[in-house]
Structure formats: C-alpha cells, structure tokens
C-alpha cells in the first residue's frame, strides 16, 4: 500500500535560481520519509527557466514545478495549494532554508493539535548584513509582541507555517489583492475571526537568507506599510469599527528592542534602521491610503 502523504511543501519563487537551489537542498536534508512529503515550486513568472535548477532534486523526493504569469507571492501560494495533495501545506521561501527536522517537529506538533495552524521561527542567515539583521529583528519584535502566548499566537509569516489543507481552502486561501506583501498577516486575521487557533512552536525552524541594500530595506518597509493599511481597512471593515494603530508604548519598546538582542550588529545601528523603518512604513501607509481615496 501506498503511504499516505501528509505534507505539501509550497514554495513561490521569482527570479531568485541560486537561492532556490539552497531551499532545495536544504530540503533534501529533511529527516522525514521521502513518500510523506512532496515539494511544489511555483514560479511566478521567472524571466530564466527554472528546470536545470529543478532537475537535480526530482529524483530526490517528490516534485512539481508549476508556472503562472507574474501575480505576486500570494498568487503563487494559492496556485500551489490548489495542486497539492498532502494532508497538511507547509509554506516556506525560496530564500529559506528549513532545518533537518522540520517536518518531524510540525509532524508531532499536529498530532497533539491537528486543528491548528502551526508557525514556526524563524532565524536570519545573512547576520553580516545590517539591513537583513535589521528587517528580521522587527518581525522577531512582532513575533514576541503578537505570540507572547505560544498556545494564543496571533501572527505568522508566510514563509514558515503549516495548516491543514481543507482549512487552507475552507478560508479561501491568500487574498491576491495583499502585493506583494501583507497577505500574510491578513490571513492569520482571518482565521483567527473564522475560530481557528494559531500555535507558535520555536522549535520548527528555517534560516531566511534575504539579502538587503539601504534601498531594498526601504522598498520592503514602504511595501509593508501599503499591507498595514490594506490589512487595517480589511479589519475594519469586518469588525465595523475605525482603523486603530498600535499604541504609543508598543513603538517605545520596538525603538528599545535593538538593545535587547544578541547579534553582531550594533545596536545603535540597528535601532536607528528601525527608525528608518518606521518611516517607510508610516509613508507607504499614507500612500496607500491616499491612492485608495482618489
């Protein structure tokens, strides 16, 4: 008999060869049975081929690659989804690399909750880069702000967490319109208004290798900031209540964060891009607000 298949790995991919080939081998290191997980690459519309990066790994576990237009990464997310037969989705990254026993541990973690959605950590692999140092600094902030109750977590990235797959469909999957960023916190909102629990579990974890400038860090806070006020409307709308923002001690402790953390960059440093930061959010939430209301 055939043994069942309980994960679907889901990984979007864009433009990034080389470090698609690291998520894939770092997925051929993962100590799970090679028949109970499959792997679903999604190319959103790569300018070079993906098949020679592809080729050395289909005889190493099961995999698919599938291309669409460019749509974004929730696109891309929901065109895996819909392809993949595993009991469980596990979304990772084209630049993440899971460790060994990832699976083994979302595996043993939906044995004792299979109705909740499972995130994991998540670890910076560039610490020699500020900027990278800097972005994953703030969504550990978040993380510690939004999952200080691993049982009551409220936020996960999109680039390591797992549910069932008749959840993922049950909610309706991503919602497209969040691009290219965002639509990952309005999907944990969303399940979390749908009744759904969200379990943090530390121990399921990947190395995020995203390589920032100065102007990348700006372009990807910018961008987070046009998800804020996406995400804020869309709440407001299903609560019926205005757009609120975090309190005012909630950006006093991210500003004090940096000096709570252990890395090789200063921490001086790292708070004043975390100003930087809250500027590109502040502006790409205005823009967004302006662009929506002409």
Request: aromatic letters at 14%; charged letters at 15%; a positive charge.
């Amino acid at each position: 008999m055939t043994a069942p298949l309980i994960f679907s790995i889901i990984i979007p991919t864009y433009n990034r060869l080389q470090r698609l080939q690291e998520c894939l081998q770092a997925l051929s290191r993962l100590d799970y049975p090679r028949d109970r997980f499959e792997v679903v690459v999604v190319d959103d519309g790569s300018e070079t081929p993906l098949a020679e990066v592809i080729a050395p790994f289909e005889t190493q576990f099961k995999l698919t690659l599938l291309r669409q237009t460019n749509a974004g990464p929730a696109q891309a997310r929901n065109t895996g989804a819909a392809f993949a037969q595993g009991q469980y989705l596990a979304f990772t990254d084209d630049d993440c690399a899971p460790l060994p026993n990832w699976l083994t541990v979302l595996e043993t973690s939906f044995a004792r909750a299979p109705d909740c959605v499972i995130g994991g950590q998540v670890l910076n692999a560039l610490p020699d880069n500020p900027y990278s140092t800097a972005s994953q600094a703030l969504v550990d902030y978040l993380y510690s702000h939004y999952n200080v109750n691993p049982d009551q977590a409220q936020f996960f990235t999109s680039n390591n967490f797992a549910l069932a797959a008749h959840d993922f469909h049950r909610v309706g999957g991503f919602d497209i319109a969040y691009c290219p960023t965002g639509e990952d916190r309005e999907f944990c909102d969303r399940l979390l208004n749908k009744g759904y629990r969200l379990l943090y579990v530390p121990a399921a974890q990947v190395y995020h290798a995203h390589y920032l400038t100065w102007r990348k860090f700006w372009q990807q806070q910018f961008h987070y900031g046009r998800g804020t006020f996406r995400f804020r409307q869309a709440r407001s709308q299903r609560t019926q209540k205005a757009i609120r923002v975090e309190p005012g001690w909630f950006y006093l402790k991210l500003l004090s964060y940096p000096f709570r953390l252990r890395s090789q960059q200063p921490a001086l440093l790292l708070a004043l891009l975390f100003v930087w930061s809250q500027i590109a959010i502040t502006t790409g939430f205005f823009w967004q607000w302006r662009h929506q209301s002409l």
